[in-house]
């Protein structure tokens, strides 16, 4: 019997093709343009967007002859209408994503296909733009995607954050929002677990988006998150038309799987047992790892190793300060301080009473303990003291 | 009669109540309808952590505040008997990205506000060329990125100096970046070279240009803004920098100024709840941002503009242009300046032995951004915040209005919610 596994993708590429006639079938929410009409028009070339695709193609882990559907995928984007909601936030989430990279095609496509999303590059303002997103969840009631930056202050009713000319609460304008969507993404830390206002004391009970709606949330979480990441997801949903495997903290697995300690480029320093041990000493010039000035990439799910920010210049590792493990949930609480090694403090934190067995599936922190045995195994775990104690 | 406008795109929202008079704005009240906590949050925590707390105040300014939190610290130490000195690499750094936030703040603001917005009140067929103002911002953000590990949120400033330890090739790649953001600036926005357009000392020199800035001067002249929007003609620059001085300004008399002069009062807003808190200086409003930096500075043109204009919407415009170019020249000299073989980082004493009290002051894109920090045995007792949104906009009462409000009295509704967005109004900053 033959039960060889089909490494070919083809029913994957057939159910691809198919969910991309379907679509197309759907109306523009632009009439007279597209989305590739729309790219030329800002000065892209083919050549630059089929580079584009073949990036998401590979991020996605799809192979590259995947390449040119995912170009026909932009094509129909526009069938998919968003609504891009600001809570209690700093827009860091936003500015990442409009300019942490020329404006590139995927701030672009957001923009193109957003109702509601960088107000900045839209016509309407004020009082419009309330009337437009209204106007958009009654249209599209059912059919639009969701997207939420910030955190729900839900103290005294919800009052630290009213928006619009009638001031409606942003807690009932989530949970609005939330009810008629037909898929839901909480973009950056502060809408996936509340975020920086949910730190202790939490003044505003700023809560999470998934906890003002029983609907799925998907959670992109990172502060900000990568702009790859938010439209990875994107294309994920758009592409498949069902929601991406989730790990326990409902974070797509295709960017969240491994820890940033997988894939670090200091990571062959910490195998060696070479650590900064001081900000500015010897090891911290030659770029050793930063495990004991107090980085949380073992503990943080996130692809930022590989994905860098700002189009590929840098990320915090490279620039010498240790992961702060910004896509895990209450890390404000639970991963300060941020400059300490965090294996001193595991039995004093939220994270006590995790059994070994923990995997990342049930809860991401707890490879926290396999971390642990993997450090002992290195044979460097004794030798590792917070600096100056 | 009161009528309710909706301010948004300003990194957050805000509420503004005109009442109205002979169809001209007689006075208005602002609000800022939301609120997060930083201050109680930081309340407890170790000290080192508000170096990654208080970037989140803001999505824009972030390495404004980052820096502001790293010279608090730094004064705690040096009042606790602990000063440390940093060297002129570690000066350098910090300021060349602390400008390069300010220039992404800049190009945004005159692609994605001023120009569209100077087109609602007066249509015409150019197109308002949003992309430019974000691709340039794009460019300063990867320079930060190449010190800073990335933008928004940026954490490589710590007390005692910087986590980076860059290479010549580091420094040679911002500099390709800022050489590269330098020609689109002067393509693209100027139409001439940033050295002559600094060389300008009249405000007759703009008909030498055919760009999108001389477009943008033309139009403020076309709608009159060099006769609206005057405010206090009092000005005030706190943040010790390389590239401004401190000073306080009543027109262009300039002495110097202290940080502990500044002061905090309730906003006056009736019509709807804000968090907005006012900042004052001597208990008198001024003006806070690019206008009051490049007057303290005596920048020759902006003086011109002053003396023609005083500080009408045209002058507080069109400085910030002036001040975009000029921090662009002088990111350029900072570079220069790096010598790779100096230390990133000056060891400081553990901050688990210092309890004292620190006041960390920058000029941020829109004007002084203000850190106290009160720490005991390394944690933080006391944080306060104090934003340059604070000093320009807040909300007054009538008799003693803030320079926002005095700006925006007596024209009508449409030139005054222009004339607002001429302070470059940032909300989520403002409540913090």
Known sequence: ?389 | MITKQLVDQIEGEASIYFDIKDEMVDFATISFPHFRGMESILKGKNALDALVITPRVCGICGHAHLMASVRAIENAYKNAGHKINLNQKIESIREFTLLMEMVQNHLKWIYLTIIPELQKLHPTDRNSKPLKGAFGASLAAKAIATFAGQWPHSSYMIPGGITCDPTNIDVLKAQSYLDELISFFEKESLGISIDDFLAFESCKDFEKMNSDISYLESELIKNDMTHKGHSYDRFIVLGEHSFTKVSKLNQTKAMGADVKYVSESEAYSPNEKTYAINALYKNNFYEAGPLSRCMALSMPIVKNMHRRYKDSAYSRVMARVFELAYLLKKSQSLLKKIDISQSSFVSPENIKNITAEGVGVVEAPRGPLIHKIRINEGIIQEYKIITPTQFNIGSSTQSNPTPAQKAMSGVSIQNALFIFRTFDVCSVCTTH
């Open chain 1, 1 to 389: 019997m033959n039960n060889q596994v089909d490494i070919s993708f083809d029913k994957l590429y057939n159910e691809f093709e198919n969910r991309i006639k379907s679509l197309e079938k759907l109306p523009a929410l632009k009439e007279n343009t597209s989305a590739e009409k729309m790219l030329i028009e800002k000065g892209f070339s083919r050549r630059d967007f089929m580079k584009w695709a073949g990036a998401i193609t590979a991020m996605l882990a799809l192979p590259s002859n995947f390449t040119p559907l995912m170009a026909d995928a932009i094509k129909v984007v526009d069938r998919l209408p968003i609504i891009w909601l600001h809570m209690a936030e700093c827009t860091g989430c936003s500015e990442a994503l409009l300019r942490s990279a020329h404006p590139t095609i995927d701030s672009l496509i957001f923009d193109y296909i957003s109702l509601e999303y960088h107000e900045t590059l839209m016509a309407a303002a004020g009082w419009q733009a309330e009337e437009n997103i209204e106007h958009a969840m009654h249209k599209y009631k059912g059919q639009y995607i969701l997207m939420v930056e910030g955190g729900i202050p839900t103290a005294n009713n919800g009052s630290f954050l009213t928006i619009g000319g009638h001031a409606k609460k942003g807690l009932d304008i989530a949970k609005e929002a939330s009810e008629n969507a037909a898929a839901i993404f909480a973009i950056g830390t502060c809408s996936a677990f509340g975020g920086v206002q949910a730190a202790i004391p939490n003044p505003t009970g700023a809560v999470a988006l998934s906890e003002v709606t029983h609907k799925t949330v998907i959670n992109v979480p990172g502060c900000p998150p990568s702009e790859k990441n938010i439209v990875g997801t994107l294309m994920y949903y758009l592409l498949y038309g069902s929601l991406p495997a989730l790990d326990a903290y409902n974070r797509p697995k295709w960017a969240y799987r491994l820890r940033i300690h997988d894939l670090c480029e200091r990571r062959g320093h910490f195998d060696a047992g070479e650590f900064v041990e001081n900000f500015g000493d010897e090891g911290a010039k030659d770029g050793y790892c930063l495990y004991k000035v107090g980085c949380k990439g073992p503990y943080t799910f996130n692809n930022c190793s590989k994905n860098k920010f700002n189009e590929d210049t840098s990320w915090p590792v490279q620039a010498g300060f240790g992961c702060i493990g910004c896509s895990e949930p209450n890390f404000w609480d639970t991963m300060g301080t941020v400059n300490e090694p965090l294996k001193d403090k595991l039995y004093n934190t939220t994270f006590s009473g995790l059994g070994a067995d923990a995997t990342a599936d049930k809860v991401g922190l707890g490879l926290l303990v396999a971390t642990g045995v993997g450090l002992a195994a290195h044979a460097t775990l004794s030798a590792i003291k917070p600096p100056k104690e």
